[in-house]
Structure formats: C-alpha cells, structure tokens
C-alpha cells in the first residue's frame, strides 16, 4: 500500500500524559499536512511542511503540541500534558508542491486519541 | 474570510438512484479549487473529485460529478446510481493558492444513507 499511513490508529489516554502521532506520506509527496477534526465537524488544519521545514503552524496549535518531519520524510506529532479537550481525531496528508490545479491532497485513515 | 457552507445535515436516497449534496463557498479569490471528499466511518479521507475554478467544463470522475456554479459559488456533488458502499460522511473543501501552499477549508460534512 503506498497511500498515506498512520499510527497508532487509536489512542488512548489518561489527561496529563503525552502522547507522539506518525505519518508515513505518499514516498514522494514533499508536502505534509496535520488535520485534526471533532466530532461532527469538517478537519481542522493544524500544520504543514514542505519538506523538513514547517511553514505554518494554526492558532489551534497551542505550545503543548509539537510537530516535525526531521528528514522531509516522515512527521511526528506530539501533545504533552494531554487535556480531554484534545480528544479528536487527528489526519495527516500529503501532496506534491508543483502546479495548482489538481494537485491533490491524500489523506491517511486518521489517528483516533481519547483522553480519559 | 473563506468559508464552505454545506447545509444539508444528513441525506438519504434510495440505491441506484442519483443525490446530490450541496455546497457553497465564500471566497475573494480568482483563483481556487473546489474539493469533494468521502469519510467512511473508517476515518480515512478519501478523494473523490476536484474542480479548479478556471475549469470551464464541469469535473467527472465516474459517477461522481461536480456541478460548478462560478457565479452562485457552488459546487455540488452528484452521484449518480448510488451504491449501498456510498453511504458515508462527504465533505465540500476549498483551497486557496495565495501564500504557495495547499490549506484546505472544510465544510461541516453531510451524512448519505443509502437505502436498499
């Protein structure tokens, strides 16, 4: 399977703890999104790379998170001191850089996280 | 400020028949792209049909087409012959080029039921 991947699948944990999100994208995707989505509603953008570098981070990302992708590969993200509000579901993406139109964005299945 | 609008909670249809789910969007932008998504209660995001708004010519994916309204700023979907399998979560999104990256904006999703 070569779409974009996640894991752990689901999560969960107790408030206070930490938890660490993976996202393998599409091999040769150079762009990286972090989505987070709530019940009943659309995802959320968090964060996006191009590459190794982080280009924008939304205001929904409060210091507790963190996010990176060391090589331009793989990303990472992580919540400390986890609080039951941040119970959601959170989707990675990817995508090329080049061209805008149909330059389509493939999202993974989603990292379930219940903060008890 | 750019928003998608999609006013239709939760739809049903009878199997082998056609629906089509609205969505409106609002936005300043000449230039743009228009996305439909499905979510499976799997998670997983998966691309359906995309519409850039210089597109003259209304998008098809197989039984997937999007009817584009630049002046109206709507792009609805509709699914022809609709499928037990269609039953799902779907989700207007825009994306805006200016700043060189690809943030999608999400609607609130419509639930489909498909009936037997």
């Known amino acids: 399977d070569t779409g974009v991947s996640q894991n752990p699948r689901h999560k969960i944990t107790k408030r206070g703890q930490n938890v660490t999100f993976r996202c393998d994208p599409i091999s040769e995707h150079n762009r990286l999104y972090w989505y987070r989505q709530t019940l009943g509603q659309g995802p959320e953008f968090l964060t996006y790379f191009q590459n190794e570098a982080q280009l924008e981070k939304s205001r929904l990302l409060s210091d507790r998170f963190s996010a990176e992708r060391p090589k331009g590969s793989f990303s990472t993200l992580e919540i400390q001191r986890t609080e039951q509000g941040d119970s959601a579901m959170y989707l990675c993406?990817?995508?090329?850089?080049?061209?805008?139109?149909?330059?389509?964005?493939?999202f993974g299945e989603g990292s379930w996280l219940t903060v008890v | 400020a750019q928003k998608i609008t999609q006013t239709q909670p939760g739809m049903f249809v009878q199997e082998k028949e056609a629906v089509t789910l609205d969505c409106t969007y609002d936005t300043s932008d000449q230039s743009y792209g228009l996305f439909w998504y499905k979510q499976p209660s799997s998670g997983e995001m998966i691309f359906l049909i995309y519409?850039?708004?210089?597109?003259?010519q209304n998008a098809t994916e197989g039984r997937y087409s999007l009817n584009f309204q630049k002046a109206r700023k709507s792009a609805n979907l509709v699914i022809s012959a609709s499928q037990l399998g269609d039953s799902a979560m779907y989700f207007c999104?825009?994306?805006?080029?200016?700043?060189?990256?690809?943030?999608?904006?999400f609607g609130a999703g419509t639930r489909l039921a498909v009936h037997p």
């Open positions: 993406a990817s995508s090329f850089s080049t061209g805008l139109s149909g330059n389509t964005i493939y």
């Open positions: 519409q850039g708004s210089y597109d003259e």
């Open positions: 999104a825009m994306r805006r080029p200016s700043g060189g990256y690809n943030k999608l904006i």
